[in-house]
């Protein structure tokens, strides 16, 4: 079992940026792919990016990809994520989630998730 903490949301303006961090408890951390998903107002569940458990592969959505990147730090049990060029398109709830292969995570499965954290960005 993981449990999943995000923090790193906020109010910014577009074109700016945002550090999202989601801290993980587990012995097993190591072992999972990760990743970060978004809920916007009035949308569905997007899938936003996700990191194999080495960290050598990692997967963005088109709509992101260039202006965000996803890491891990499996020693410290942290994944991150860098937005960058923020829109206002980009306004949802942030949260990460965690599963044991990382195409579950490409494709919208996952088997933990955390609270999520809000990012609102101002035009």
């Known amino acids: 079992q993981v449990q999943l903490v995000e923090s790193g949301g906020g109010l910014v303006q577009a074109g700016g940026s945002l550090r999202l961090s989601c801290a993980a408890s587990?012995?097993?951390?190591?072992?999972?792919?990760m990743g970060w998903f978004r809920q916007a107002p009035g949308k569905e569940r997007e899938f936003v990016t996700a990191?194999?458990?080495?960290?050598?592969?990692?997967y963005y959505a088109d709509s992101v990809k260039g202006r965000f990147t996803i890491s891990r730090d499996n020693a410290k049990n942290t994944v991150d994520l860098q937005m960058n060029s923020l829109k206002p398109e980009d306004t949802a709830v942030y949260y990460c989630?965690?599963?044991?292969?990382?195409?579950?995570?490409?494709?919208?499965?996952?088997?933990?998730w955390g609270q999520g954290t809000q990012v609102t960005v101002s035009s």
């Open positions: 990191i194999s458990w080495s960290g050598s592969s990692t």
């Open positions: 989630a965690a599963d044991r292969k990382t195409a579950s995570l490409v494709a919208g499965i996952f088997g933990s």
């Open positions: 587990g012995r097993t951390f190591s072992s999972y792919a």
